[in-house]
């Protein structure tokens, strides 16, 4: 009888504790699971992803506590060439999503629609445009218009009053779907334009991106994580094609 009691106590515990929580072992909650979308990252490994031009990982990205993390530590000096992280298959009509957080002072960006041909194009945003990820009040770029965190880097200025503070997780969100794009931070829409259009080439003759004849002219490409040489984390990185 004193066994059955037991038993019982346990369960009983069990029911009114509710569903469990995976989580790594230093209590760490594994990347989201949500039907229908798939993961680009299993929280464990890099596997899917490799610098730009490469086929290996470089030292400065590692997987730290659940997260995508890179260590400005471990940066080679006087590298060239693009760090990026980028996505091993490319994407076209995508509902995107992940969670970044940037350290003080920071800046980094989430890059999608890359090119990948290191040779001809030497960083990935001479092709792809940016999601900017910042530290609005550290960091330089959070006094430029179009520039500041969930803008289309240089391109349009979204809604303000929107991003976490510095050392928050924020919640990022792109929707490119034939001809419409949209970015969404912490749940709530910050802009919203139409690409490939005559205005969309006017924007991009108008910004630092005229430079580049190829930026935001093909719309199916890689997703990138930036290097910009400071502390960002990324995690829960999920897709949904359209």
Request: proline fraction near 4%.
């Amino acid at each position: 009888m004193q066994s059955f009691s037991a038993i019982t106590v346990l369960a009983v515990s069990l029911l009114l504790a509710g569903p469990v929580t995976e989580t790594t072992t230093n209590h760490t909650p594994v990347q989201k699971k949500e039907k229908g979308w798939t993961p680009l990252f299993d929280g464990k490994t890099l596997n899917g992803w490799h610098t730009y031009g490469k086929n290996t990982v470089s030292a400065t990205w590692t997987v730290e506590d659940g997260t995508i993390y890179y260590n400005p530590s471990k940066r080679v000096p006087g590298q060239k060439g693009s760090n990026d992280l980028v996505t091993d298959k490319e994407y076209e009509n995508f509902h995107f999503k992940y969670d970044w957080k940037i350290g003080k002072n920071g800046n980094s960006g989430l890059i999608f629609w890359v090119q990948e041909d290191s040779v001809k194009y030497k960083q990935t945003y001479h092709t792809g445009p940016e999601m900017q990820v910042l530290d609005n009040d550290g960091h330089p770029d959070g006094k430029i218009n179009k520039h500041r965190a969930a803008n289309l880097y240089d391109l349009i200025a979204g809604k303000e009053g929107v991003v976490k503070p510095v050392g928050e997780w924020n919640t990022a969100e792109i929707i490119s779907n034939k001809g419409k794009l949209d970015f969404i931070l912490n749940g709530e829409t910050v802009l919203s334009t139409a690409y490939g259009d005559d205005n969309w080439k006017q924007m991009i003759a108008g910004s630092k991106f005229k430079q580049w004849p190829d930026f935001g002219t093909v719309f199916k490409g890689r997703f990138a994580l930036q290097d910009h040489g400071n502390d960002v984390w990324y995690r829960n990185i999920l897709i949904k094609k359209l």
